[in-house]
Protein backbone atom coordinates (compact mmCIF):
# COMPACT_ATOMS: atom_id res chain seq x y z
CA UNK A 1 0.00 0.00 0.00
CA UNK A 2 1.22 3.33 -0.92
CA UNK A 3 0.21 6.62 0.73
CA UNK A 4 -1.48 9.23 -1.26
CA UNK A 5 1.12 12.20 -2.10
CA UNK A 6 0.06 14.70 -0.11
CA UNK A 7 0.46 12.10 3.42
CA UNK A 8 3.82 11.22 2.10
CA UNK A 9 4.86 15.04 1.26
CA UNK A 10 3.32 15.65 5.21
CA UNK A 11 5.50 13.00 6.25
CA UNK A 12 8.96 14.26 4.67
CA UNK A 13 8.27 17.54 5.62
CA UNK A 14 6.65 18.30 8.81
CA UNK A 15 6.85 15.15 10.95
CA UNK A 16 10.43 15.50 11.64
CA UNK A 17 10.96 18.45 13.53
CA UNK A 18 14.29 18.84 13.03
CA UNK A 19 13.50 18.99 9.57
CA UNK A 20 10.92 21.02 9.67
CA UNK A 21 12.52 23.78 11.27
CA UNK A 22 15.40 24.17 8.58
CA UNK A 23 11.84 24.29 5.97
CA UNK A 24 12.81 21.47 3.69
CA UNK A 25 10.33 20.61 1.28
CA UNK A 26 9.76 17.35 -1.39
CA UNK A 27 8.61 19.10 -4.39
CA UNK A 28 8.68 15.95 -6.17
CA UNK A 29 7.25 12.51 -4.99
CA UNK A 30 7.12 9.45 -7.16
CA UNK A 31 7.73 5.90 -7.38
CA UNK A 32 11.67 5.73 -7.96
CA UNK A 33 12.20 9.24 -7.98
CA UNK A 34 12.06 12.18 -5.27
CA UNK A 35 13.03 16.07 -5.40
CA UNK A 36 13.70 17.83 -2.44
CA UNK A 37 14.68 21.15 -1.34
CA UNK A 38 16.52 23.48 1.23
CA UNK A 39 15.88 27.08 1.63
CA UNK A 40 18.99 29.08 2.19
CA UNK A 41 17.09 31.43 4.43
CA UNK A 42 17.62 30.51 8.19
CA UNK A 43 20.52 27.58 7.27
CA UNK A 44 23.38 29.88 6.88
CA UNK A 45 26.58 29.82 8.67
CA UNK A 46 28.57 32.83 9.97
CA UNK A 47 29.75 33.61 6.73
CA UNK A 48 26.56 33.51 4.74
CA UNK A 49 26.67 30.02 2.97
CA UNK A 50 24.72 27.20 3.58
CA UNK A 51 25.69 25.06 7.19
CA UNK A 52 26.77 21.68 6.40
CA UNK A 53 23.85 19.97 8.58
CA UNK A 54 21.79 21.58 5.89
CA UNK A 55 22.98 20.20 3.26
CA UNK A 56 23.36 16.77 4.37
CA UNK A 57 19.91 17.21 5.92
CA UNK A 58 18.53 17.69 2.23
CA UNK A 59 20.25 14.77 1.00
CA UNK A 60 19.38 12.43 4.20
CA UNK A 61 15.80 13.21 3.98
CA UNK A 62 15.22 10.98 0.11
CA UNK A 63 15.95 7.87 1.84
CA UNK A 64 12.78 8.48 3.83
CA UNK A 65 11.16 9.94 1.17
CA UNK A 66 11.92 7.33 -1.49
CA UNK A 67 10.82 4.58 0.76
CA UNK A 68 7.16 6.39 1.23
CA UNK A 69 7.16 7.21 -2.69
CA UNK A 70 8.05 3.21 -3.48
CA UNK A 71 7.71 0.49 -1.17
CA UNK A 72 4.80 -1.03 0.55
CA UNK A 73 5.00 0.84 4.06
CA UNK A 74 2.27 -1.75 5.52
CA UNK A 75 5.21 -4.08 5.44
CA UNK A 76 8.59 -2.50 5.94
CA UNK A 77 10.04 0.43 7.42
CA UNK A 78 12.92 2.05 6.64
CA UNK A 79 16.35 3.01 8.24
CA UNK A 80 19.81 5.19 7.14
CA UNK A 81 23.06 2.94 7.46
CA UNK A 82 25.68 5.61 6.52
CA UNK A 83 26.40 8.55 4.76
CA UNK A 84 28.82 9.93 2.81
CA UNK A 85 29.10 13.58 1.72
CA UNK A 86 31.58 15.97 -0.01
CA UNK A 87 31.15 19.51 0.04
CA UNK A 88 32.18 21.17 -3.72
CA UNK A 89 31.72 24.76 -3.14
CA UNK A 90 29.72 27.01 -1.21
CA UNK A 91 26.25 27.36 -1.38
CA UNK A 92 24.57 30.92 -1.21
CA UNK A 93 21.39 30.21 -3.16
CA UNK A 94 18.65 27.46 -2.24
CA UNK A 95 19.42 24.08 -2.79
CA UNK A 96 17.83 20.99 -4.44
CA UNK A 97 18.62 17.54 -4.97
CA UNK A 98 17.28 14.46 -7.51
CA UNK A 99 17.29 10.85 -7.26
CA UNK A 100 15.98 7.90 -8.63
CA UNK A 101 15.78 4.07 -8.12
CA UNK A 102 15.00 2.29 -11.14
CA UNK A 103 12.08 -0.20 -10.87
CA UNK A 104 14.12 -3.16 -11.51
CA UNK A 105 15.93 -2.36 -8.44
CA UNK A 106 12.45 -1.83 -6.60
CA UNK A 107 11.17 -4.87 -7.07
CA UNK A 108 14.83 -6.54 -6.15
CA UNK A 109 15.06 -4.88 -3.27
CA UNK A 110 11.70 -5.59 -1.94
CA UNK A 111 12.09 -9.11 -2.94
CA UNK A 112 15.42 -9.66 -0.62
CA UNK A 113 13.48 -7.89 2.37
CA UNK A 114 10.70 -10.04 1.67
CA UNK A 115 12.95 -12.93 1.69
CA UNK A 116 15.49 -11.96 4.06
CA UNK A 117 13.76 -9.86 6.22
CA UNK A 118 15.76 -6.67 5.24
CA UNK A 119 17.58 -5.22 2.10
CA UNK A 120 20.06 -2.25 1.43
CA UNK A 121 18.99 0.64 -0.97
CA UNK A 122 21.98 2.87 -1.87
CA UNK A 123 20.79 6.89 -3.22
CA UNK A 124 23.01 9.43 -4.48
CA UNK A 125 23.17 12.60 -6.55
CA UNK A 126 24.16 15.75 -6.57
CA UNK A 127 23.10 18.71 -4.14
CA UNK A 128 22.62 22.03 -6.99
CA UNK A 129 22.24 25.07 -6.21
CA UNK A 130 19.58 27.74 -8.33
CA UNK A 131 22.33 28.18 -10.61
CA UNK A 132 22.65 24.79 -11.86
CA UNK A 133 26.03 24.21 -10.12
CA UNK A 134 26.82 21.22 -8.03
CA UNK A 135 27.80 22.10 -3.95
CA UNK A 136 27.62 18.65 -2.63
CA UNK A 137 27.64 15.18 -3.63
CA UNK A 138 26.22 12.59 -1.61
CA UNK A 139 25.72 8.86 -0.95
CA UNK A 140 23.55 6.79 1.05
CA UNK A 141 22.73 3.83 1.88
CA UNK A 142 19.17 2.81 3.51
CA UNK A 143 18.14 -0.28 4.60
CA UNK A 144 14.76 -1.93 4.20
CA UNK A 145 13.21 -3.80 6.82
CA UNK A 146 10.58 -5.74 7.09
CA UNK A 147 8.21 -5.63 10.11
CA UNK A 148 7.91 -8.15 12.87
CA UNK A 149 5.03 -10.80 11.77
CA UNK B 1 45.47 34.59 19.01
CA UNK B 2 43.12 32.29 20.03
CA UNK B 3 39.92 33.22 20.99
CA UNK B 4 39.06 33.44 24.78
CA UNK B 5 37.14 30.01 25.64
CA UNK B 6 33.25 31.90 26.37
CA UNK B 7 34.02 33.42 23.03
CA UNK B 8 34.37 30.58 21.00
CA UNK B 9 31.86 28.84 23.05
CA UNK B 10 29.71 31.38 21.91
CA UNK B 11 30.50 31.05 18.53
CA UNK B 12 30.21 27.44 18.22
CA UNK B 13 27.22 27.23 19.75
CA UNK B 14 24.53 30.46 18.76
CA UNK B 15 26.48 31.73 15.76
CA UNK B 16 25.12 29.27 13.12
CA UNK B 17 20.84 28.87 14.04
CA UNK B 18 20.61 26.15 12.73
CA UNK B 19 23.05 24.49 15.15
CA UNK B 20 21.62 27.11 17.82
CA UNK B 21 18.17 25.97 17.15
CA UNK B 22 19.41 22.54 17.45
CA UNK B 23 20.44 22.86 21.15
CA UNK B 24 23.91 21.80 20.82
CA UNK B 25 26.50 22.34 23.17
CA UNK B 26 30.29 22.53 23.76
CA UNK B 27 31.10 21.84 26.78
CA UNK B 28 34.79 20.92 26.59
CA UNK B 29 36.97 23.50 24.14
CA UNK B 30 40.26 22.70 24.62
CA UNK B 31 43.58 23.10 22.15
CA UNK B 32 43.49 19.57 20.51
CA UNK B 33 40.29 18.32 22.00
CA UNK B 34 36.74 19.23 21.75
CA UNK B 35 33.62 17.54 23.35
CA UNK B 36 30.29 18.91 21.69
CA UNK B 37 27.19 17.59 22.75
CA UNK B 38 22.96 17.24 21.34
CA UNK B 39 19.94 17.13 23.22
CA UNK B 40 17.21 14.14 21.95
CA UNK B 41 14.67 16.91 22.91
CA UNK B 42 13.19 18.80 19.70
CA UNK B 43 15.90 16.58 17.54
CA UNK B 44 13.71 13.12 17.52
CA UNK B 45 12.43 11.77 13.99
CA UNK B 46 8.56 10.14 13.84
CA UNK B 47 10.05 6.75 16.16
CA UNK B 48 11.26 9.21 19.08
CA UNK B 49 15.08 8.83 18.25
CA UNK B 50 17.11 11.07 17.56
CA UNK B 51 17.36 12.47 13.72
CA UNK B 52 20.47 11.37 11.57
CA UNK B 53 20.86 15.01 10.58
CA UNK B 54 21.50 16.15 14.23
CA UNK B 55 23.47 13.36 15.31
CA UNK B 56 25.64 14.49 11.60
CA UNK B 57 25.82 18.21 12.99
CA UNK B 58 27.13 17.03 16.29
CA UNK B 59 29.90 15.50 14.63
CA UNK B 60 30.61 18.14 12.09
CA UNK B 61 30.78 21.24 14.07
CA UNK B 62 33.64 19.58 16.23
CA UNK B 63 35.72 21.05 12.92
CA UNK B 64 34.79 24.53 13.70
CA UNK B 65 35.40 24.03 17.20
CA UNK B 66 38.48 22.74 17.08
CA UNK B 67 40.04 25.35 14.49
CA UNK B 68 38.74 28.16 17.50
CA UNK B 69 40.58 26.15 19.83
CA UNK B 70 43.57 25.24 18.05
CA UNK B 71 44.59 27.37 14.93
CA UNK B 72 45.28 30.75 14.53
CA UNK B 73 42.13 33.04 13.60
CA UNK B 74 43.59 35.90 12.68
CA UNK B 75 45.45 33.71 9.82
CA UNK B 76 43.19 30.92 9.29
CA UNK B 77 39.65 29.69 8.66
CA UNK B 78 38.70 25.84 8.48
CA UNK B 79 36.49 24.61 5.61
CA UNK B 80 34.38 21.00 5.29
CA UNK B 81 35.81 18.95 2.37
CA UNK B 82 34.18 15.63 3.26
CA UNK B 83 31.90 13.66 6.23
CA UNK B 84 31.42 10.24 6.51
CA UNK B 85 29.07 8.91 9.09
CA UNK B 86 27.62 5.29 9.86
CA UNK B 87 24.87 4.77 12.23
CA UNK B 88 25.21 1.89 14.58
CA UNK B 89 22.03 1.76 16.71
CA UNK B 90 18.72 4.44 17.45
CA UNK B 91 19.95 7.31 19.76
CA UNK B 92 17.43 7.44 22.00
CA UNK B 93 19.13 9.69 24.69
CA UNK B 94 21.06 13.18 24.55
CA UNK B 95 25.05 12.42 22.68
CA UNK B 96 28.04 13.27 22.94
CA UNK B 97 31.56 13.14 21.03
CA UNK B 98 34.71 14.01 21.78
CA UNK B 99 37.41 14.53 18.82
CA UNK B 100 41.61 15.53 19.53
CA UNK B 101 43.95 16.41 17.62
CA UNK B 102 47.51 15.75 18.79
CA UNK B 103 50.02 18.43 18.91
CA UNK B 104 52.36 17.80 16.71
CA UNK B 105 49.43 16.90 14.11
CA UNK B 106 48.09 21.11 15.04
CA UNK B 107 52.20 22.15 14.85
CA UNK B 108 51.92 20.20 11.01
CA UNK B 109 49.28 21.22 10.13
CA UNK B 110 49.42 25.06 10.74
CA UNK B 111 52.99 24.98 9.16
CA UNK B 112 51.68 23.63 5.88
CA UNK B 113 48.78 26.14 5.75
CA UNK B 114 51.51 28.38 6.32
CA UNK B 115 53.58 27.16 3.66
CA UNK B 116 50.78 26.45 1.14
CA UNK B 117 47.83 28.03 1.84
CA UNK B 118 46.68 25.17 2.47
CA UNK B 119 46.16 21.84 4.99
CA UNK B 120 44.22 19.30 5.42
CA UNK B 121 42.90 17.97 8.96
CA UNK B 122 40.60 14.95 10.02
CA UNK B 123 38.80 14.52 12.92
CA UNK B 124 37.16 11.41 13.62
CA UNK B 125 35.64 9.73 16.89
CA UNK B 126 32.57 7.96 18.34
CA UNK B 127 29.07 9.66 19.12
CA UNK B 128 27.76 8.21 21.93
CA UNK B 129 24.64 7.97 23.74
CA UNK B 130 23.96 8.38 27.96
CA UNK B 131 24.57 5.16 28.19
CA UNK B 132 28.30 5.02 26.68
CA UNK B 133 27.15 3.21 23.53
CA UNK B 134 28.49 4.21 20.52
CA UNK B 135 25.38 5.29 18.22
CA UNK B 136 27.55 6.68 14.92
CA UNK B 137 30.91 7.06 14.38
CA UNK B 138 31.95 10.25 11.57
CA UNK B 139 34.74 10.93 10.37
CA UNK B 140 35.40 14.03 8.96
CA UNK B 141 37.62 16.33 6.43
CA UNK B 142 38.14 19.94 7.10
CA UNK B 143 40.99 22.01 5.72
CA UNK B 144 42.85 24.81 7.23
CA UNK B 145 43.01 27.90 4.13
CA UNK B 146 45.63 31.31 4.72
CA UNK B 147 43.71 33.88 4.45
CA UNK B 148 44.61 36.34 1.66
CA UNK B 149 47.59 38.56 2.48
Redesign the interface.
Known sequence: MMLPIEDARK?VET?????R??GLKAPVLERGRVVTTMPIE?????IGIM????L??VG??TGGAMFLTSFDMTRYYP?????????RRPATTDVRIEVFLAESDIARIEDEAAEKGKADYILEGDIMDANGEVVAVMKGTYQLRAMEA
Chains 1, 2 share one sequence.
Open positions: LTVEFVRAGNTNHYAGAFSEVIVKDVYIRF
